[in-house]
């Protein structure tokens, strides 16, 4: 007998099981802003997995972030980052999110409650996002794919370097939005 096909708000959902991160494949990124203008930057060094349950609300995952990976194009600016001001990464190598609750909130859309350590700090933080679907890839492995973002106030974590500008506003924006692209390969 062949299981039945899950669905939620018509959206068809992923096989149960684990589904580790493809590294290649998946995005850790950031957006601040130096004055008025965006800067862009990226994790490359990250682990993680995503296990769906059978109910989808019991569905968890889980990342580490080395953070001497980040990168923002500019070494200068990578290494201030890296650097006590910042993220300290000799001192705290890692961060990490573990999720606590996973909600439906539309056809494809969810939000994810987890906990985000950075620098040896942890606090609370909803993600929202939005699942993709799941294809074969072409080595026969289940490949299931999501987005998902949130802003984060960096202070919150003991990352409160900055500047006052003359016009009283701020060298770099004390809220950070995180974004990620997700592709994640069925192992169990």
Excluded: C
Excluded at 78 to 93: A, R
Excluded at 158 to 164: A, F, G, I, L, R
């Amino acid at each position: 007998m062949v299981d039945a096909v899950k669905e939620i708000g018509g959206v068809q959902l992923p096989p149960a099981g684990k589904y580790e991160l493809d590294i290649a494949h998946t995005a850790v990124e950031f957006v601040a802003r130096h004055i008025l203008t965006k800067v862009r930057g990226r994790f490359t060094d990250f682990s993680g997995w995503i296990e769906i349950a059978d109910n989808p609300e019991g569905s968890s995952a889980e990342v580490e972030i080395k953070t001497a990976s980040i990168q923002t194009n500019t070494e200068r600016r990578d290494e201030h980052l890296k650097s006590d001001d910042f993220l300290n990464v000799e001192k705290w190598p890692l961060m990490t999110f573990r999720s606590t609750a996973v909600r439906h909130t539309g056809a494809a859309t969810f939000e994810l409650d987890g906990d985000l350590t950075i620098r040896d700090v942890t606090r609370p933080v909803t993600l929202t996002g939005e699942y993709l679907g799941t294809e074969t890839n072409p080595y026969g492995k289940t490949v299931l794919a999501a987005t998902a973002k949130t802003t984060l106030e960096r202070e919150d974590w003991n990352v409160s370097w900055n500047m006052v500008l003359e016009t009283g506003g701020f060298l770099v924006s004390k809220s950070i939005d995180l974004e990620i692209e997700v592709e994640a390969i069925k192992t169990g």
